[in-house]
């Protein structure tokens, strides 16, 4: 997954560069939009992936095509609403950093230097991270709800905040229901909100048989 994941933020980081060339300095709505969908399409689909490996090796088969098909529309769906909330703190941090900037009387060097949070690379690789968790639980989800070892959605589902890189997974209780579990990521990144959330129960997924 590391892999990937970085390949993703490399295409995330050169679209939001790229933006910075524009003479209003506002993301480029295509480029954006395109790697956005790109981390989302490509976290999702691992999601899918692993789920399904796993449910094949309880024996439960799933319909490939269907889940990856639902997967494909969640991130489309997602992806314009996530570019429209990316630009919307842009342009709101922009409006601010520029009018501190003019009151200031200040070089140009100086506002470049307040804006680089906004449009460099440690936000477009939290936007990255970030996402593809939350893609990934998406594609899990789905291929859980398809497989029909589902029937609800959680109570809670990862991304927790800014760089999380947590998951859900499945356990089977005695009595036959099965319960979303939450696993945090077991790394520097994980945050006081995770580890509290480790291991713990986030809802149910199928109520026990009759
Ligand atoms: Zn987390």
Redesign the pocket.
Known sequence: MAALTEALQEQLRLALRASTTNPDLTLGAAGLEAAVLSVLQGGASIGVDVAIAELEALGIGVDWTLVNEAARDWARMYAGQLVQEIDFTSQRILQKEVAQWIASGEHLDKLKEALAPVFGERRAQAIAATETTRAYAEGNIATWKESGIADYGPSTK????PN???SLSLVEEPDGSWQYIWN??NDEL??D??EGLNQTGVGLAKAAPL
């Open positions: 990862p991304p927790a905040h999380c890189r947590c945090a990521a994980m945050c909100v995770c």
